[in-house]
């Protein structure tokens, strides 16, 4: 018999301004997942901070910590793949297998770096490792949400979901940092090995909860759920265009803020080294509170107007930041920047499990996947065109090309704007 907060739908009322933290408080489900998220996120954040560190201090090669950084994030490039898995098996062990995984690749790790036996190729293997635990567990764990909390909050717990990655992000790695200064990045890495044994060990009470209804055929080849979710997703034009927005932004300024901001700081700003920790500091407390704004809105009418909106004025604000050569004035632009992107962030998972079927949910998380994998390849090239004309005009003019890619979709795709997800509004938008 399950307890009155265990239920996967307690939406006895919606959430308001006065009940941010809904399904945190009425899901126990939920918030066992919620944690565990965030010790999981907060284990990723730090070792991405320590490998970084030993990756350099190895080498003392700026192409090969950018070198390092590709391969950790090429299995996002399965996101398609892993997507059906999510859709085909049961979620939670599919994140158990993942976490576990990690927790595994990062011990290994660990004790190489303890006996001073990690080069460079050692490196790049735990990379590649980390990174298959970490980019394909996402459908899953995204999609889990939903099968844990509902429609009618879907919106809120996903913006809980950002407030706990922005505050891994501010966390993370300042204690990455002090962990090296401190302890050596060894015992770094053996801390951030128990923070993904802590996630794994929240994990084990949902077993059960996110099994699949078994089909009544036998079940597809994982290629042809692949081939088969393609199709359904590429006739929902909703889906589609949530999916634009997150490969624009990913192709035009998430590279910015992965790559320039030490440019930015050093030389528009003539910041030192704490300076701009104290200006990505800002842009993570922005998200933090943008998440919260989501989260206090609850089950809030025209979703899709708050998700184009706000990443055109993400967009906007990246531009005047670009421009910006006022410390005060820059550090306000920061902040604005964390706060309208939670906008981006959080409502495009939203979006794209709301305009979908339910049965292809993991495969369309596993495209949003593979949109964010054009990053590394995009942050080539706009470093490439910043090399030739200077982080100031790219930044500039990817912002400006993001307001523009959003308007045109806004008149191209109308029903975007108008979609709030409510029942009565759920069904998807087929192409012509």
């Given at each position: 018999m399950r307890h009155a907060d265990?239920?996967?739908?307690?939406?006895?009322?919606?959430?308001?301004?006065?009940?941010?933290?809904?399904?945190?408080?009425?899901?126990?489900?939920?918030?066992?997942?919620w944690f565990s998220?965030?010790?999981?996120?907060?284990?990723?954040?730090?070792?991405?901070?320590?490998?970084?560190?030993?990756?350099?201090?190895t080498t003392r090669s700026e192409f090969l910590v950018a070198a390092f950084t590709s391969v950790r994030l090429a299995p996002m490039l399965l996101g398609p793949l892993t997507g059906a898995l999510a859709d085909r098996y049961d979620r939670v062990n599919l994140l158990l297998t993942t976490c576990g995984w990690a927790a595994a690749a990062l011990g290994a790790a660990a004790t190489l770096a303890t006996l001073d036996m990690l080069p460079y190729w050692a490196l790049l293997i735990a990379g590649l490792a980390i990174g298959m635990a970490q980019s394909p567990s996402q459908p899953a764990r995204a999609s889990l949400v939903l099968d844990l909390v509902g429609r009618e909050r879907l919106s809120n717990a996903n913006a809980l979901n950002s407030m706990a990655i922005n505050m891994t992000q501010i966390v993370g790695p300042a204690f990455g940092g002090a962990m090296i200064s401190a302890l050596g990045a060894p015992a770094a890495l053996w801390i951030s090995t128990g923070w993904y044994v802590v996630s794994f060990l929240l994990l084990l009470p949902l077993r059960g909860q996110g099994r699949r209804e078994r089909p009544a055929a036998p079940p597809k080849a994982a290629h042809r759920m692949v081939i088969d979710g393609f199709r359904s997703i590429g006739r929902n034009r909703l889906a589609v265009a949530v999916l634009a927005v997150t490969l624009a932004a990913n192709t035009l300024i998430w590279p910015v803020f992965q790559s320039f901001m030490p440019v930015f700081a050093e030389e528009s700003l003539r910041?030192?080294?704490?300076?701009?920790?104290?200006?990505?500091?800002?842009?993570?407390?922005?998200?933090?509170?943008?998440s919260l704004v989501i989260a206090g809105l609850g089950d809030f009418r025209f979703k899709g107007a708050l998700f184009i909106g706000g990443t055109a004025a993400w967009g906007a604000t990246w531009s005047l930041f670009a421009l910006s050569q006022n410390v005060p004035l820059s550090f306000l632009l920061a902040?604005?920047?964390?706060?309208?992107?939670?906008?981006?962030?959080?409502?495009?998972?939203?979006?794209?499990?709301?305009?979908?079927?339910?049965?292809?949910?993991?495969r369309a998380l596993g495209l949003q996947e593979l949109a964010i994998g054009v990053m590394p390849l995009s942050t080539v090239v706009l470093g490439a065109i910043a090399e030739s004309v200077g982080v100031v005009a790219t930044t500039v003019t990817a912002g400006v090309l993001l307001v523009v890619a959003l308007a045109a979709l806004a008149v191209r795709v109308p029903a975007l704007g108008r979609y709030s997800g409510r029942e009565n509004t759920a069904t998807p938008v087929r192409a012509a």
């Open positions: 265990e239920s996967p739908h307690p939406a006895t009322r919606r959430p308001g301004a006065t009940d941010v933290f809904a399904s945190l408080r009425g899901n126990r489900p939920f918030r066992r997942l998220n965030l010790f999981f996120f907060g284990g990723a954040w730090t070792q991405t901070l320590v490998f970084g560190w030993l990756v350099y201090e910041l030192d080294a704490a300076g701009l920790g104290a200006l990505l500091t800002c842009c993570g407390l922005g998200g933090l509170v943008g902040g604005l920047i964390g706060l309208f992107s939670a906008a981006f962030g959080v409502l495009q998972t939203t979006l794209l499990l709301m305009t979908t079927e339910p049965a292809v949910h993991g």
